[in-house]
């Protein structure tokens, strides 16, 4: 599907296209984000405090993005493991921080808060990458192929899953599965390792091996991934539902008021209600068109395993992401707190992925100058 | 096809189906959603009626409301449109008015009610009416009352046709986006005409305000029961409480030892001193006729109880200690003769006196239209076995008979005595509100009352040569124009200050136009502080209203 093109012009058309998608998106996200900003009631009297500081954020997820684009991408291939080692510990930090709803997911900076499992998420690509380009040729061995690459990342995705932070884990072991199937790991290996999984499950429920106590906490465990109260859910959908097909005109949503976290988690019904359908189109044409894009420069024009993995796992993750926080907002999912990438307020997932993206680059680039 | 492609599909095909279900929530279920939030969101808001204002006899404003509209931003607001409206009535202060609005997100202005009305379809905008209670002054404080912020009647009139003011609040429905879609107008609170006329209310204030002691002045039409002025001194500014007085103000007004807040006129009681004699005298009159009108005493000045065995166990002093000679009940009426009720109390005994008290029934309620009335005292033995824990005695009844001991009455109560002795026996229950139906029944003592009227007359016509002989409002209403009948009461309260002043009558004596009862806390002797009162009370009402002199 993406035959390989070594013209240089070519390339420099596929990098500002991608580029171009990325861009369109940040600004789409800002015009979302005032939406959310500007509530009827103070309509005048507003402070654009999201927008503000979505810019800062922006700012410093483009100097994270021009650093990475312009580093050699092999240095991160070897500091691999010292990636790991970095997210590992800053997921244990945030257990020294008082819980925000229950859960220890940010290291509070007093001016400001990291979510470690957002980069967390970059340095899952990475080690995936290298792996996969390590041991590309036994990527068929249930073993080597599934079990090891899994083991190798289960410190980031268990330590996140008891933060708890669940549908964010879910997230990851979405990711990995998807790309490590993508390298070659066997459909049917990867079939009954979930089936295991679920029969482990199951039978864990069944037999009784856990006590009451334990089940009520796995319970709320549970709950705790379909997080949100379900009535946020339902404002958000019937903000979004309320956009019809021009949508009311940027700040003038009505419902979006009363949509709690609508400039994070519901930032899409709140974009979908000032927008309408119209809006919402173009939102599923630059995604689609940046992920297509991903996978297109990967496999055109990325020689080295460790790159086009690591941008397809890009590539993956920013749609899986995208999908999730959508189909929550459309209420098609339970509600999760996974943001829309380069959508959503928040400075940790906005670094992490323009960061993420200049990896993607410099890979690129760099394969280019040899 | 290799596995990026399929992967590629997959997420291809979960944006489809996202896509489609963004279409059937946003195009095929949306005027569902649009109803439902509409359903949701809509908001009604009540707008406040206005209160009824309260008016004097003839038509002066003693309480009525300043009208504020207040507007504030609650949507999306059409701000040309305002704007445009705004300018017809503001012109070039409009700009100004905007701009506080969009930095406050709330203004209040005075507008006329047309253009409020107008401005209920500007969108994105709360529109509410805000009245503000004003009153006429602090000599209408305890008639009036106040109402506070909120718009409820909290004391006076205010709270006693509370339900007759207040209205009832309107409502107003608007949609999520801050359209109008239905409008309950408010029904404004009823008028209030009383019975007060404002001249006579203020120059009485003004008149107690002079004494620098609290009081209470009362004049009412005895036949009718509309009550021309009810004024408690001190007062307190009422305008301050309804606009809603910070802590600080309300301490330094209720820390008055005065008690600003005290309705000395109806709530507090107080002995009624020698102004009580003419009940005495009608018990006398009625139960004991011929004993009554035969009776003299020789008052040297003091009366001396004794017991069976001819000990004297008591002896009791006039006010006059010269003594005021030879008295029948007509001078001792007149001259305030202590020594001849005494007399009169001793043979008559407490249970006809309580008796002919509760015909009179002088220490119920009399029924005036604003809260917190008390009731008074007049005592038996009864009462005192069960109020003290004593038996009664001799000395307990001669004391009643002049008005001291445990007798306590409010001013109002005092002056149902004498209008209906004005009236011949007719008792209304007094009123302020103008045309109310008030109700009234007649006491039928036969001559009794013309008997008291004569008496009462006296007071303020018997001449002589010294205070054995005048009566005691003689020198007070010396060439008045219209004859009054009245009494003068000075109630001793002891502790070494000053007696309560009183003086209480009406006039005309034949056809009684205007009744009137001054009372003064610790204001000294009758005649001396609350009889002037009176009088230049009774000569302004015969000033303003001169036809109700024809006798």
Known sequence: MYPENDSEKKLMKDLAGLLLYVLLMLMLGIVALYGADILISTTYHVELSF??????????????????????FKIHRNLAPVYLLAAVITLLIVFRFPPIGNSHRWINLKSFTIQPSEFAKIVILILLARYIEHAKDKMTSFIRGLIIPLLMVSPIVILTAIEPD???????????ILLLYVAGTRFWHILTLMSGLALIAMASFKIGILKPYQMERLKSFVDLWTGGHPYQQ?????????????????GLGTIKRYIPVRESDFIFSVFGEEFGVIGILLVFVLLLGLVNMLFKVASRYVESAFGRYYIYGFGILIAVQSLVNIGVNVGLLPPTGVPLPLVSYGGSSMIATLTGFGIAISIVTGEQRG | MSRIT??????????????????????????????????????????PAPRGEILDRNGVKL?????????EISGNFDEKGLQNLLRTYLSEKTAEVLKRLKEEGSVELRLPESLELQLYSIRGLKVTPVYVRLYRSEAFSHVVGYANTEGEGLSGLEKYYDDVLKGESGLLLKSSKGDVIDRIRPIP???????????????????LEETGKPGAAI????????VYTLVSYPGYDPNLLSSGLDEAQWRLMAADPRGRFINRAISATYSPGSAIKPLILAAGLYYQRNQTETMTVNCKGHYNLYDSSGKLIASYSDWYLPGHGVTDYVKAVAVSCNVFFFQLGSYLGIERMREMASVFRIDELTGIDIPWEKKGVFPDPRWKYDNVGENWYLGDTILTSIGQGFVRLTPIELLQLYNLIATRGKVTVPHILLDKSAESWIIDLGDVFDRLVESLTQVTTRGGASLAEQGTAYSVFRNF????????????????RAPHSWFAGFAPVEHPAVSVIVFVENGGYGSQTAAPIARDLLRKFFELYPEKLTD
């Open chain 2, 189 to 207: 609170g009823k008028n209030l005409k009383t019975s007060i006329d404002v001249r006579l209310q203020e120059y009485a204030y003004k008149l």
């Open chain 2, 219 to 226: 004049m009412m039409n005895p036949s009718t029961g509309e």
């Open chain 1, 166 to 176: 669940l549908s964010t884990s879910v997230l990851m072991f979405t990711v990995i």
């Open chain 1, 234 to 250: 339902e404002l958000g959908r019937m903000a979004f539902a309320t956009g019809g097909i021009f949508g009311s005109g940027p």
């Open chain 2, 481 to 496: 124009p219209v004859t009054v009948a009245g009494k003068t009461g000075t109630a001793e309260v002891g502790g070494g």
């Open chain 2, 6 to 47: 399929l992967i590629f599909l997959v997420i291809f095909l979960g944006m489809a189906i996202l896509v489609y279900r963004a279409f059937y929530l946003q195009v095929v279920r949306h005027s569902d959603f649009v109803a439902q939030v509409e359903d949701l969101f809509k908001t009604t808001s009540t707008v």
């Open chain 2, 63 to 71: 309480a009525w409301n300043q009208r504020y509209t207040l507007l």
């Open chain 1, 51 to 72: 927008v503000k500081k979505q810019l800062l954020w922006i700012a410093l997820g483009l100097a994270g993005f021009l650093i990475t684009a312009l580093m050699d």
